[in-house]
């Protein structure tokens, strides 16, 4: 049985309780509760095939609930307004559309402008700080499809800074990108914890999660922990997650490549 947390008695920022979800009947996900608080920053990790995407794939709708219910600022999933962004990863787009990076930081806007609206002057303005933000401002003519791995990975994080949301979701954004990418996301998930934004990020990186996050909540299709990295990482809920394929080398958990 996966482990439960206990409710606090503040509310919180997002809260799933006995969340599960699947495709085609099949489960993918099971039993999931959990609350993140306001502004807090979520390492999401597990094994391949242990739900993460589908996790977050349910956070914006994208999938439907089997069972158990997703709480935003206590109101039921779809009750906001653009209040969840998601970053989903790299090989799920389609690099080749034709559209130029500030095309993509604009999408960000759209529900702000309606289906037939345009762009404002706030909605330019706010793609060009984004663009700054994250320092791609100098490839806002660029196609998208032109670019590097981690220039891409940068374009996708300021379309979802600008839609200005109370809780981000990044779907293993340090896979494949360079170190000055993986710098400025970190970077950025500092300043929008400053700026009260919850995060949940899916990482297969168990030193990171440890160090850079508040909260981890360690999935195998249910979840096996959720607390605290110093909680959440122990041995015995990393070997529950993740198996036999799990090495620890001086008391550091050393994730088998065959199960990323």
Known sequence: MATRQMIPPEPARLELEDVSAGYNGRPALSGVSFQAMHGSRVAIVGPN???????????????PLRSGRILIHGRPLGQHKDCVAYVPQREEVDWRFPVTVADVVMMGRYKRQGWFGRPSAAD??????????????????????ELSGGQQQRVFLARALAQEPHILL????????????????LA???ALRDQGVTTLVSTHDLSLAAQRFDRVLLLNREMVAFGPPA?????????RAFGGRVLFVNGVAVVDDCCR
């Open 231 to 239: 909680e959440a990482l122990s041995v015995e809920h990393i070997q």
């Open 124 to 145: 330019r303005t706010a793609v060009r700080r984004c663009l700054e933000q994250l320092g791609i401002a100098d490839l806002a003519g660029r196609s998208i499809g």
């Open 49 to 63: 095939g242990a739900g993460k995407s589908t996790l977050f794939k349910a956070l914006v709708g994208l999938l």
């Open 170 to 185: 990044l779907d293993e954004p340090f896979t494949g990108v360079d170190a000055t990418t993986q710098e400025a996301t």
């Open 188 to 190: 950025l998930l500092d």
